[in-house]
């Protein structure tokens, strides 16, 4: 059982790492500076810098490779495949919206709504059921701004066109704890829907400091 495991994880990091190569491949041959300018993204002659969640990492533009721009900056295959869904997917015509919603009202990502409950939501409420102080104390030292939804709740900075709205209420004894996400009613003309999970796993993983299920 524990071979058949390690076998299945190292086949995933393959497929990954393949479709990785795949988009790497095709911005190395777009235009950068439109890129960084439609996503709010500092540009050199070198790299483009992305703001990812409370860090900054550099795609370099001769490689196409991503590399942290900092220390204790963390980088899994995971967060390289959103970053390069968000160079790449992204739609020219693309507006930020005034209308935050939760998962389910984003029609195109609305399928992966059991994988975002899963992997997004229940930790969440594993982690900070009892303790809505540690919530806003893990939320403060990840840099994200406090809100008024729930019993506690913040928004982090996914990317700079980007923003997560993370609500947690406590439970008591008529009704269990429970959390939910917002986001920007028009999250998938910034990135591929398929990413709106991953990326609400992603703030999940910082605010709780579990691994991600994830390569």
């Known amino acids: 059982m524990g071979e058949e495991k390690n076998l299945t994880a190292a086949n995933a990091v393959s497929n990954y790492e393949k479709v990785y190569e795949y988009f790497r491949e ?31 990492y550099a795609w370099i533009r001769t490689t196409g490779q991503i590399i942290p721009c900092e220390e204790e900056a963390p980088l899994e295959m ?6 390069m869904h968000h160079l790449y997917y992204y739609q020219d015509t693309a507006m930020p919206s005034t209308d935050k919603v939760p998962f389910r009202e984003i029609r195109q990502a609305a399928c ?16 900070f059921s009892g303790h809505p102080e540690k919530f806003k104390e893990r939320a403060k030292v990840l840099g994200g701004r406090l809100e008024k939804y729930g019993d506690v709740s913040v928004t982090f900075q996914a990317f700079p066109t980007i923003e997560i709205t993370v609500i947690f ?8 704890a429970s959390a939910n996400m917002l986001f ?7 990135i591929h829907p398929e990413s709106v999970p991953g990326l609400a796993e992603t703030a999940s993983h910082w605010l709780t400091g579990l691994p991600r299920e994830g390569v």
Not at 78 to 83: E, F
């Open 26 to 56: 095709r911005l190395l041959k777009v235009d950068h500076y439109k890129i960084a300018e439609k996503l709010l993204l500092d540009i050199d002659e070198e790299n483009i810098y992305i703001p990812y969640f409370h860090k900054k």
């Open 184 to 190: 920007d009613r028009n999250i998938t003309q910034w």
């Open 112 to 127: 992966f709504e059991g994988a975002y409950q899963k992997l997004a939501l229940r930790p969440i409420v594993e982690t």
């Open 78 to 83: 995971s967060d390289r495949l959103l970053m």
């Open 169 to 176: 209420w406590d439970g008591d004894e008529e009704f269990p």
